[in-house]
């Protein structure tokens, strides 16, 4: 049987806001799958948002985004207030081009943790029962091109 480890999607909320949570995170959707980076400042998040957008995914937000949990489901959403705008260290805000305002959530990437399994255990993450995809993605080589076959292709089972 696959191991499968489940961490709650709360631990990384900065709190609630009508029954929505708050993360301080950057979200992205490819192809109709939502990618939700996550990290302290200087962790990579909007550098691997604007990889992803080189390769046609559109950009939910940079910074902040809400999480529901809607038909079993996790969605994001897009802040009100957000500015169409993402951060390129060492060169200022660009335009971020093409936005969305929500997408489901699929794959939720930790850019803090470092994967040290060759092939890893599945991971996942959980809020209000409805669950989706945790990947460790700190120092991980070739990250946006293996994220973007991953949302487009899934995963092999052996």
Known sequence: MEQVLIEPLNVWASGVQNGRLCLSGTAIDLDGAGLLALGPSGTGKSSLALALCAFG???ICDDA???TVENRALHLHRPDQAIDLIEARGIGLLRAGPVIGQARLDLVVD????ETDRMPPKRRVIHDGAEADLI???NMPNLAI???HLLRHGRGQV
């Not at 850019?111 to 470092?114: D, K, M």
């Open 111 to 114: 850019l803090s943790r470092t």
């Open 136 to 138: 460790l993605g700190a």
């Open 65 to 67: 985004v809400y999480v």
């Open 146 to 148: 293996s994220l973007i």
């Open 57 to 59: 995914a559109r950009l």
